[in-house]
């Protein structure tokens, strides 16, 4: 064990410097690479009885994302099958008060393993990584299919959706709404990728991305938040609109608590709550 911890240490990449803005401290990046863990979760025969191998519909989505399966489908050749990819990300306190150590861990799972087995922790579904498009891989049965990953879903807070979307705050990271248009009775236009790909062009061309404060200053004109190489810009079709999921915890589970909950009892009373 005490050897292969010494190799595992050993084969830890550098520390990463930043020429063009000074830290506090290094920055330290572990990663892995993305087709290698999804060719783990795709091979691996603990999700044998809990994985989906085709498409199917269960319900006929009022926005149309129900079909979304088979529309990512229909466009492979005969033959070739997908693994949907999904993401999550937020960054996590390590130590507080003794060097207040940060991490941004970095997940991913496939879409085709069953949502109940994705709810336990103890299933280790989602994995770390540091993901390009599909290839030859081996299925739990050792069958080769020819498999393309599209990104499909991005589990992440609000705060998260903005630096994925490379939204400035006080944006939505889906449509091209702000905040003061986030109550609008009717849906904004979505915020497709090329949108943003040819606002971080204009910004690009209006200064050098290398100036950090000038660069800075020209993209909160075009509502961006500054980063110029998208992850997910040439990762299939993914469009943020599409694969940022609801901030389920947020929005709908601590916004209910901590407002109407809360209004319903300054207004009744908890004592007439409770009967």
Request: aromatic share 10%.
């Amino acid at each position: 064990m005490s050897k292969d911890l010494r190799v595992q240490i050993e084969g830890l990449p550098e520390q990463i410097k930043v020429s063009s803005y000074k830290t506090k401290v290094p920055l330290v990046l572990y990663w892995r690479d993305g087709l290698d863990v999804i060719k783990h979760l795709f091979t691996n025969p603990v999700f044998m009885p809990c994985m989906d191998f085709r498409p199917y519909q269960e319900f006929e989505g009022p926005d149309g994302h129900a079909d979304h399966a088979w529309e990512i489908q229909d466009k492979l050749p005969p033959g070739y099958s997908f693994v949907g990819v999904i993401g999550a990300s937020d960054k996590t306190p390590l130590m507080i008060r003794t060097g207040n150590k940060e991490m941004h861990p970095l997940l991913i799972s496939l879409a085709n393993i069953h949502a109940g087995v994705h709810m336990k922790a103890t299933s280790h579904v989602f994995a770390l990584i540091a993901a390009r498009d599909g290839c030859v891989m081996s299925d739990l049965r050792g069958d080769l299919c020819m498999i393309h990953t599209p990104l499909v879903a991005w589990i992440a807070d609000y705060p998260e959706q903005l630096l994925i979307a490379c939204t400035a705050s006080k944006h939505s990271p889906i449509s091209l709404a702000v905040s003061t248009q986030f109550w609008d009775p009717l849906p904004h236009s979505p915020q497709i990728c090329s949108h943003t790909i040819d606002a971080i062009e204009r910004a690009c061309a209006i200064s050098d991305h290398c100036d950090i404060a000038s660069f800075y200053k020209a993209c909160q004109t075009l509502h961006l938040n500054g980063v110029v190489e998208l992850y997910w810009m040439d990762w299939g079709d993914a469009c943020p609109s599409h694969f940022l999921m609801p901030d389920a915890l947020h929005q709908w589970h601590k916004f209910f608590f901590n407002h109407p909950i809360t209004w319903s009892i300054n207004i009744m009373g908890g004592a007439e709550l409770n009967l």
